[in-house]
Nanobody, 122 residues
Framework: QVQLVESGGGLVQAGGSLRLSCAASGRTFSTYAAGWFRQAPGKERGFVATIRLSSGSTAYADSVKGRFTISRDNAKNTVYLQMNSLKPEDTAVYYC???????????????WGQGTQVTVSS
């Protein structure tokens, strides 16, 4: 069983930066893959980034490539999402997820956090 708690969301102006954190419980967390997804009002939950916690391999949605960076600190059981050059269209609730494999597909993940709101003003 893995429990995930996100933090770091907030209100930022366009062009600004935020770093989201996802703290996990569970001694086997480093054997999982972790992902970040986001959901804007009236839209489906969409893939943002994923990382294989054992190797550090990553993948990103095209819309955030070059602006967002996913990373992990296995000693702290924490995954991060550094978001730079934020745009109003990045406004959404951001969710952290953990599952057995890296995937852009939300149902591939078994565990989810409660979400953290990111609002980017123009």
């Amino acid at each position: 069983q893995v429990q995930l708690v996100e933090s770091g969301g907030g209100l930022v102006q366009a062009g600004g930066s935020l770093r989201l954190s996802c703290a996990a419980s569970g001694r086997t967390f480093s054997t999982y893959a972790a992902g970040w997804f986001r959901q804007a009002p009236g839209k489906e939950r969409g893939f943002v980034a994923t990382i294989r916690l054992s190797s550090g391999s990553t993948a990103y949605a095209d819309s955030v490539k070059g602006r967002f960076t996913i990373s992990r600190d296995n000693a702290k059981n924490t995954v991060y999402l550094q978001m730079n050059s934020l745009k109003p269209e990045d406004t959404a609730v951001y969710y952290c997820a953990a599952g057995p494999v890296m995937s852009t597909y939300a149902p591939s993940y078994d565990y989810w956090g409660q979400g953290t709101q990111v609002t980017v003003s123009s």
